[in-house]
DNA sequence: TTGCTGACCGACG
DNA sequence: CCGTCGGCCAGCA
């Protein structure tokens, strides 16, 4: 399959992919996508997804460790954690309670 | 056009 | 355990 499309462009139909209620971690979308060190990548294009007119879950999009490292890219510190939160996530100290439960790896669910 | 930066991750000392 | 460095891709001055 040729995907001609852009690594931002794989980056947006990945995440919003993710389903409700799940998070996964940038690298893993970057492995996903066939560039296992372009995490940053990730995270770069999530932050032009907030200029996108798509409703992208970039907040459902974490670093490997669990923790919410771009709350601050939301607009709001609590804008992320409170939509996960809203989503049956558990937020404590910036990190995801039960990481491993929700945790959703495109390569083993796509 | 060149160079720096950015929501990461893994390796090394 | 903690600090530092390289790699990856795209946007901007």
Known sequence: MKLEKSFFQQV????ALIPYGRVTSYGAIATYLGSKGSARIVGWALNSTK????NIP??????KSG???????FGGIN??????????LIIKD???LNF????WDPNIEL
């Open 100 to 103: 491993e439960k929700k945790y």
């Open 51 to 54: 200029n996108s007119i798509k």
């Open 58 to 63: 970039a907040h459902r999009v974490i670093n």
């Open 12 to 15: 947006y139909e990945v995440t």
């Open 67 to 73: 923790l919410l490292t771009g709350k601050h890219h």
């Open 79 to 88: 804008t992320m954690a409170e939509l996960l939160t809203n989503e049956g």
């Open 94 to 96: 910036n990190s995801i």
